[in-house]
């Protein structure tokens, strides 16, 4: 009796894992694109689209987000811009 659950748990696990990996990519690609807006303001707007794009897809953003672990952004920021104060 007890070998027949384990098989029934096994079986309903396995299930499970199969729908979770379905659904990385779709996940990932929802946090890109719920991200566009960090990424306009950080990199301007084409760099940031760009960027966002390359990340929502699937299996290409992955690779370049790890190349980028080791390499820096492909897209560089905008230039900060500092700002000064008036003397009071």
């Given at each position: 009796?007890?070998?027949?659950?384990?098989r029934?748990?096994?079986?309903?696990?396995?299930?499970?894992?199969?729908?979770?990996?379905?659904?990385?990519?779709?996940?990932?690609?929802?946090?890109?694109?719920?991200?566009?807006?960090?990424?306009?303001?950080k990199?301007?707007?084409?760099?940031?689209?760009?960027?966002?794009?390359?990340?929502?897809?699937?299996?290409?953003?992955?690779?370049?987000?790890?190349?980028?672990?080791?390499?820096?952004?492909?897209?560089?920021?905008?230039?900060?811009?500092?700002?000064?104060?008036?003397?009071?």
């Amino acid at each position: 009796m007890a070998g027949i659950l384990r098989r029934i748990i096994r079986a309903g696990g396995a299930r499970i894992a199969v729908r979770a990996v379905k659904t990385i990519p779709v996940v990932g690609a929802a946090v890109a694109v719920g991200l566009i807006g960090y990424e306009i303001n950080k990199k301007g707007l084409i760099k940031g689209v760009v960027n966002t794009a390359l990340d929502a897809t699937p299996f290409l953003g992955a690779t370049k987000n790890a190349i980028e672990i080791f390499t820096g952004d492909w897209l560089s920021d905008k230039p900060t811009t500092t700002r000064k104060r008036k003397p009071r």
